[in-house]
């Protein structure tokens, strides 16, 4: 059965490849940035996908909260480690964050599920 | 000489003073929650204060940015670390975060220059 | 025939549930902390269910306005009052939130109608 | 086919007659002043519209956004200065922005499909 | 001795007499539509005030929390009544409202004062 | 006399130096990409500079308005057409955006008196 994370994945790889396909420099510099921005440097990319998926978080972006998760699951952080960023992000950001913890750890319980299925 | 951080520092407690004065018990509890929010727990402390310090960074708050470097720089994060995390910050928050940028790097020159006068 | 109204609901309820599983002590506490803060103090609870209701308009969260308006009708507000309390929330946060404008008065009529259908 | 941006359309259409209906004043003057501040003025309105869709895109409204579009496309902007806006738009918001930026090149691509038909 | 808030009232009314000499109709409408969404309505005035303050609180702007506080103390809130609302600021918009929450108890403090010394 | 706007100059310049010298590659770029966003394009130089005041109006970063103010008045746009720009962000982001439009008028008005002066 497809889950709605599926669907992001697959829209998000759609409209990605249409962004190259536009090939407006900026833009296309800017998501080199992007992805630079979580290698390995001072601080490992581990850390810095809990970074991204902290920052995600309490601006309130599902969509960038499942592309950090999915990256934080693959980097090895667990479930209790996942869950205490988002208690950061949650008494930073407040109640209006709640929403997207909802999301976030429906989107932790789909990519765990995935993970057993394999 | 009296830094701008040492002005925030004093308002800070003068003001965190005063609304302990208040007695509010919500407000009291909240206060709890955040700053049990960044004990040892799944993630450890110094961890968390780095999450605390990019959640303030997006959030474009000065005074959030101040209050986590101090406590990052306590934590025992380097100089090459805090910039790796300000860099998610930034690519994150976009350059309406440069602003805050040049202020957290304002702050951690302070706060070296405080350890050196030690 | 089922709402969005419902929907959301339905998967709050079961979202909530999953969280309380988690067990995340702070994440307790943070809900605990956000049930109590509607409740009668120094304002009473009716009140504060309107500040929660402008709150959740301005930082535009669909899924936060749905859940302050369903207090705000048990609540006794009625149309007009709850009109007045968007009308501020639209000033005070310009024509970004007339998207959620549009959905407020969609749910407002969806809790009258089920009212109705009692 | 009905599209995202044909359902858009429609329930903007609804609800904002449903709106029209609550006749309170405030609100219907906002609307107002919502439409006349894109009108022809110190600026023309083509630039104005292309201000409504940058600002929309950093405030991340996805249906600010496609209002927006509509009458960017209508105003005679081409594709390419449509996505030069919107690389400004990303910059000053940052990675945040890119899941609205999905949006907004799959809505461009909608309505130029839309036109081809006609 | 002049405090922040005399400060703040008197560049709000210069700045505001300037803004009025640019003569925008635009702008000048959105200032008649602002103070109007205060005004007696299905709310009192009294009640919107407190909407305005929490409003104002949760998206993080110390000049409008000043401005509301103002009108909150002159339409007959008390200190436990603010203090209240405050909190339910807090709890929907997080520990990155405590600078602000800091802020408007000085406000609260020299309004009171300012009282006193009448 | 030194104005607010010279103020912001000096440490603008002083704070960008000191970033170049942390010489971070990730920190580097994003600067680069900022400074290429609003060169001649599909899009002129003149009206990208007017997208980026707009943007940073509606998000509320007083710096942000200084320094896109000093480029639009640099790049010819007049105070009539720099106070419709302003128009649109006020009636997008609402009244809260009200006090960085009292900061851009007296920052347009210094650089207006700053070319009097030459």
């Known amino acids: 059965m497809s889950t709605k994370l599926d669907e992001f994945r697959t ?4 409209m990605n490849n249409r962004i190259g396909q536009i090939d407006h420099l900026g833009i296309k ?8 921005a979580y290698k390995d440097g001072a ?3 581990k850390t810095k996908e809990l970074l991204g998926l902290v920052a995600s978080t309490v601006l309130r972006c599902n969509d960038c909260v499942d592309y950090h998760l999915i990256q934080c699951v693959d980097a090895g952080w667990n479930d209790g480690e996942l869950f205490d ?3 950061v992000a949650l008494v930073v950001g407040g109640s209006i964050v709640i929403p ?9 319980d ?7 299925g394999k």
Chains 1, 2, 3, 4, 5, 6 share one sequence.
Do not use: C, Q
């Open 100 to 108: 997207h913890l909802r999301h976030a750890v429906e989107t932790i």
């Open 110 to 116: 789909t990519l765990r599920s995935e993970h057993k």
């Open 11 to 14: 829209y998000r790889t759609r």
């Open 85 to 87: 960023a988002l208690n």
């Open 29 to 36: 510099r800017f998501f080199n940035l992007d992805t630079n």
């Open 43 to 45: 601080l490992d990319g």
